[in-house]
């Protein structure tokens, strides 16, 4: 029988040290334990950390929602401040317009502001005139071709992009085989942040008079430092409304009202407005015109009639502001006398350079009266009548359509001056249109990444990567998602603008007291733009 035998296991004295297993067994044990310290350390690190990145991440969300929103009320609110001037822009005034407002007091440090930015870099130009510009759309080829607004090969982008399809914009020309975004804006939103010049508030669109100072399109001409820029000189959102300015003895009563047509031929409608706006014997000389198989298919026409009947050119002005020959509510593309450059008015049929330089020179010292009326550069004896009648057909007096660059953002109220960068800055470029009854936003453009688009541009080529660029931003518009663009498809990302506010309604309602006018065939509104401003809301 085998036998076995078992020693006793003794228990360890104080002090007497562990033997090998027990030491293993313990250690692992204090290492897992540590392990799991560590594990459940970092977990709880990474979901403070992401819930903290959500945090920033959903802040400056919200504060570039806040600065879009803040974008879009300040080019409401110059189209509001353009809206309540419409009567004096018909008759050729300038507008008054905010430089800068305080939308929200977010904290006692901090506010939320709407301000323009300087069209001209280093000058007070804040609204331009978008008649005082050539329309690219609607100009003279032959009269584009013997200009110096653009080059050979500019030219040639401009008549192929033309001659494919109209133009909704500018920004169409910087495709590629394009122009470049440097000579689209000039100076204007730079790669530096510095070159946007903000005005201070309660600035006011200055005047030639100011020294120093020149506005954009303003008597004055292409200012030097930023003639380059393509937008300075061009356009395809002018257009002239077919409404009255009010010229002749009193005549302010017509202001605002529809012109007489007379291209639709002899009808007895005709008989009341004349007869009430020039009398009985303009009626009988209209009838015998024509009912006597005179034509009259445009301006040109009408003054080569007023020639032919002896009328003096003095008497011009009323009459020509008084009729028209076209059905449709605005005729595109009429250059505005009293604010384009020399080589803007230099496309004009009729004008040529010497007679442009002297236009400009002369009319900042007219009259009120005289700048009211179209014939002003032949009151002035600058344009022969026989120049006068080829021109008639392309000019006006008076601006509509404006142009300006908003931006929005969170300013420190410790501030001494707008000149201040902004955070969470957000920039609208908008081309605003008061020429019909109802205001309306004709262009609106997010540029807030503007100059990392240029600095791109800039930059030297190289042969690594395709050409594109990731271009996302938090101002990214509303509904449009980031997407791989090229420097030159950066400038065309459009801005939805948010809808409009209920109980908008139409501007420059009929004068108070009645004016004849004779029925005509509705016309058709082709002017260029997206969004209206509607009654009762809705964009």
Wanted: proline share 6%.
């Amino acid at each position: 029988m085998k036998r076995t035998l078992i020693m006793p296991v003794m228990p360890r004295a104080a002090g007497e040290p562990r033997r090998g297993r027990e030491r293993w067994r313990t250690g692992v044990v204090l290492l897992a334990v540590m392990i799991a310290v560590v594990l459940i350390s970092a977990s709880a690190s990474v979901v403070l950390l992401r819930a903290d990145a959500q945090a920033t991440r959903t802040v400056s969300m919200l504060r570039h929602s806040q600065s879009r929103a803040a974008a879009w009320s300040g080019v409401k609110g110059v189209l509001a401040e353009l809206a309540s001037q419409r009567g004096v822009l018909v008759q050729g005034g300038e507008p008054s317009i905010s430089a800068s407002i305080t939308l929200v007091d977010a904290t006692e440090r901090a506010a939320v502001v709407a301000r323009l930015v300087s069209l001209v870099p280093g000058e007070a130009t804040i609204i331009q005139s978008e008649a005082a510009k050539v329309n690219i759309n609607t100009v003279d080829e032959a009269a584009l071709e013997g200009s110096t607004v653009l080059d050979g090969a500019e030219l040639a982008i401009v008549l192929e992009h033309r001659r494919a399809a109209p133009l909704s914009s500018l920004a169409e020309l910087c495709g590629p085989p394009g122009l470049s975004i440097e000579r689209l804006y000039g100076r204007v939103l730079g790669a530096e942040p510095t070159l946007a010049v903000s005005m201070p508030a309660e600035a006011s669109v200055p005047t030639a008079a100011s020294p120093g100072v020149a506005v954009a399109g303003a008597p004055g001409g292409v200012r030097g430092s930023n003639a380059a820029a393509l937008s300075d000189v061009c356009t395809v959102f002018s257009a002239d409304p077919t409404i009255q300015v009010g010229i002749g003895p009193d005549a302010s009563s017509y202001t605002g009202a529809p012109r007489i047509n007379l291209g639709l031929g002899w009808s007895d409608e005709l008989a009341g407005p004349i007869a009430e706006r020039f009398g009985t014997d303009a009626v009988q000389t209209t009838r015998q015109l024509l009912q006597g198989g005179t034509k009259f298919g445009s301006m040109r026409d009408v003054v080569g009639v007023l020639k032919q009947l002896g009328v003096p050119t003095r008497q011009w002005g009323s009459l020509l502001d008084a009729f028209t020959t076209s059905t449709d509510p605005f005729e595109l593309g009429k250059v505005d006398t009293l604010r384009a450059s020399a080589a803007v008015l230099a496309t004009v049929p009729g004008i040529d350079a010497s007679a442009a330089e002297r236009m400009v020179a002369v009319r900042d010292r007219l009259d009120a009266a005289v700048r009211r009326e179209i014939t002003w550069p032949l009151i002035e004896g600058i344009l022969t009548p026989e120049q006068f009648e080829q021109a008639v057909d392309w000019i006006t007096n008076r601006s509509l359509q404006w142009r300006v660059i908003v931006e929005a953002g969170r300013v420190r109220r410790s501030a001494t001056n707008d000149t201040t960068e902004l955070t969470d800055r957000v920039v609208y470029e908008a081309v605003l249109d008061v020429a019909g009854r109802v205001p309306r936003v004709a262009y609106l453009r997010d540029v807030t990444a503007m100059p990392a688009v240029r600095a791109m541009a800039l930059a030297p080529e190289t042969d690594e990567g395709d050409g594109l660029m990731e271009f996302a931003t938090d101002t990214q518009t509303d509904g449009l998602p980031a997407a791989a663009v090229t420097p030159s498809d950066a400038v065309s990302l459009a801005a939805e603008p948010a809808p409009a506010d209920e109980g908008e309604t139409a501007i420059d309602e009929p004068p108070a007291e009645a004016v004849s006018a004779a029925p005509v065939p509705a016309g058709v509104d082709r002017r260029n733009g997206r969004w209206m401003v509607r009654r009762g809301g809705g964009s």
